[in-house]
């Protein structure tokens, strides 16, 4: 079974950047779809990003385009989330997961992934 693991988060002042990295173990991610989504306190999981299998396709939510780049490297079987520019409304756990047998990026809603890591904290403030 496929497993991940997020590092990177930490605590930031607004403007600062972080790298968040997605590492998976179990067998290749290759062949699926991975996204980054944040959950903040008494808010629902929101997706952030996704980056496809096949042609380095991805997606943003509007909330962070132009500030965040995700991007994958499959000899290491990782997938990266470069954070610039951070705000406090970006403070949530982030976390990556498997788009259900799929490659292909989608609405990024949560039902339809699977293998969700543990989840880093990102906490932006001043």
């Known amino acids: 079974q496929l497993q991940f693991v997020e590092s990177g988060g930490g605590l930031v002042q607004p403007g600062g950047s972080l790298r968040l990295s997605c590492v998976g173990s179990?067998?290749?991610?290759?062949?699926?779809?991975i996204s980054w989504f944040r959950q903040a306190p008494g808010k629902e999981r929101e997706g952030v990003s996704c980056?496809?299998?096949?042609?380095?396709?991805?997606k943003y939510a509007d909330s962070v385009k132009g500030r965040f780049t995700i991007s994958r490297d499959n000899a290491k079987n990782t997938v990266y989330l470069q954070m610039d520019s951070l705000r406090p409304e970006d403070t949530a756990v982030y976390y990556c997961a498997q788009r259900k047998y799929s490659g292909l990026c989608g609405g990024m809603t949560p039902d339809d992934y699977l293998n969700w890591g543990q989840g880093t904290q990102v906490t932006v403030s001043s």
């Open positions: 980056i496809g299998s096949g042609f380095g396709s991805s």
């Open positions: 179990g067998f290749t991610s290759d062949y699926y779809a």
